[in-house]
């Protein structure tokens, strides 16, 4: 159609995602087969349901979604339709560079907050929203950084640096953080991603090392396991998986796909790998989705089925459309595959 879907995010909801910037207002998108359906949940409830830079969360609850609005942050219940909204990052020198939650149920969540003037460090802020207005918990300077948080752990990465700390911003122990010490090369260059599976004992890290020039730049896709806890194994426990320019890598909410943007070939491309808890590394054959289109308004997962949805259209005035990837279409590739090898 005409109207291209922009902001979209996940939402606790099977095989649907939703988006804010259809109309002042939040809308869910559901699919079945090759139709979708839009079920608007509430509009016009601040001046502005979505701003410029919103930043979104992935599914943390059953019944509630999360997402910026500038230096401010919405809570969204989709059962009942009631909502609070918070200012988080203070000034306008200040933006919300990125969101996780603690605890879900008691609504603590974390700001990656940064200076956009440069005059001052990034920290971190630990709130407690389960009132308005929020409670400021605890904060604490981190510098450039990336973080990730599973079992109220929360990791930080920057440069060729991983650690780990509790929720009071202490130093903890952890295996990623000792096997990345442990095996990382000599001349490792940069993490630009991290990720770790939510159930099973590894995790995903992007590495950079620049060159003298553009071309020059390297990257490489590491697997760290610590499914064996033996640290004076010589087995190792961080191996290299890819080396071509990848990015954006992702695991679905069930824990069985990752995946990725392939950026190495013209087009880009997405790509799918299954996660397999029988492999030593947990990962296995890489599958061919389709091709990264060339204006991409917006992405977004669901889940059952686990799958990728992407908003891309032709040009600025071009038509517009919604282009969706079930897995499931996936683990019958997988078993056909087996099935011709035996």
């Known amino acids: ?32 087969e090759d139709k979708i ?3 608007t949940l509430k509009s016009d409830f601040l001046d502005y349901v979505s701003g410029g830079d919103d930043g979104y969360m992935s599914i943390f609850s059953e019944d509630t979604i999360g997402y910026s609005i500038g230096r401010g942050f919405l809570l969204f219940n989709i059962k009942n339709n009631k909502f609070s909204y918070n200012s988080i990052a203070g000034g306008f020198d200040y933006k919300i560079s990125q969101i996780e939650v603690v605890d879900p149920e008691k609504k603590i969540f974390i700001f990656k907050i940064r200076d956009v003037s440069r005059r001052n460090p990034t920290f971190l802020r630990l709130m407690d929203l389960s009132e308005e207005p929020g409670k400021i918990l605890a904060e604490k300077e981190v510098g450039p950084c990336g ?4 079992n109220k752990i929360i990791f930080v990465y920057h440069a060729n640096e991983i650690y780990a700390m509790n929720i009071n911003f202490e130093k ?3 295996p990623l953080v000792a096997i990345f010490d ?5 001349d490792y260059g940069k993490t630009l991603e991290l990720i770790i599976h939510p159930t099973l004992p590894f995790a995903i890290l992007n590495e950079e090392k620049r060159g003298e020039s553009y071309r020059d730049t390297k990257t490489a896709v590491w697997c760290v396991s610590w ?10 426990k961080m191996i290299k998986l890819l080396s071509e320019s990848t990015y954006h890598f992702t695991f679905t909410y069930d824990g069985k796909w990752l995946w ?13 790998m299954p996660v ?29 089925p686990s799958g990728l949805v992407i908003s891309e259209n032709e040009g600025y005035e071009g038509k517009c459309w919604l282009k969706k990837w079930d897995f499931t279409e996936a683990e019958k590739l997988l078993e056909k595959n087996r099935i011709n090898e035996h």
């Open 172 to 174: 903890v122990a952890h």
């Open 276 to 304: 397999n808890p029988d492999l030593p590394y947990f990962i296995d054959k890489p599958i061919y989705l389709g091709e990264y289109p060339k204006y991409l308004s917006g992405n977004a997962m669901t889940r059952n």
């Open 1 to 32: 159609k005409k109207n291209k879907i922009e902001g979209m995010f996940d939402v606790p909801v099977n095989n649907t995602i939703a988006t804010n910037k259809k109309g002042n207002a939040i809308t869910l998108i559901h699919f079945k």
């Open 227 to 236: 499914r064996e806890n033996d640290m004076n194994s010589d087995k190792p």
């Open 260 to 272: 990725f943007v392939d950026a190495s070939i013209s087009p880009r491309n997405f790509i799918l």
């Open 37 to 39: 359906k839009y079920d």
């Open 182 to 186: 442990k095996e990382k090369h000599k």
């Open 147 to 150: 973080i990730v948080i599973i």
